[in-house]
Every structure is written in structure tokens, then in C-alpha cells.
């Protein structure tokens, strides 16, 4: 039982680095349509603004495909 737990721990870890990777990518492409948008607001606005809505795309995909790797462990595992 530990080592499943353990087991299942590296799966989350493994899917929650992939959203946050997900995550860095969309807020480099918040960054640089945001920077076009809003020039005049300086650049720390945006570089704040644009980190947190990274970190809260990387928390929603982790979650996200963590949910869904679990909906598809079940359904293989029932066939």
C-alpha cells in the first residue's frame, strides 16, 4: 500500500510539472499580448499580473490531468 501511495505521488508530481510547464508557456503568451495591450502601464503591472496567471493555469492543468489520468486508470482497469 505505501508503494502505491508513493507511486502515485511521482504520477501527480510528474502531471503537475507538465501544468506547470503549460503554465510558463501561457504566461509567456500573456506576457507578450498583454505587453502589446497595455504598454503604458509599466512593466512590472504586467510581469506580476502575468506570473500569477500562470501559476493559476499550472494548478488548474495539474489538476486537471491528475483527474483525468485517474478517470482513465478506472476505465482501464474495469475492461
Known amino acids: 500500500m ?3 501511495y508513493f507511486s ?5 508530481y510528474k ?3 507538465v501544468g506547470f ?5 501561457a504566461w509567456i503568451f500573456s506576457y ?12 512590472w503591472k504586467v510581469f506580476f499580473v502575468s506570473l ?5 493555469w499550472s494548478f488548474i492543468l495539474g489538476f486537471c ?3 483525468l489520468l485517474k478517470l ?8
Open 52 to 56: 500569477f496567471l500562470a501559476l493559476i
Open 72 to 79: 482513465l486508470r478506472v476505465s482501464f482497469k474495469e475492461n
Open 32 to 43: 507578450t499580448f498583454e505587453d502589446l495591450l497595455n504598454q503604458i502601464n509599466g512593466f
Open 2 to 4: 505505501l508503494k502505491n
Open 65 to 67: 490531468s491528475f483527474i
Open 8 to 12: 502515485e505521488f511521482g504520477n501527480f
Open 15 to 17: 502531471i503537475l510539472m
Open 21 to 25: 510547464l503549460g503554465g510558463v508557456l
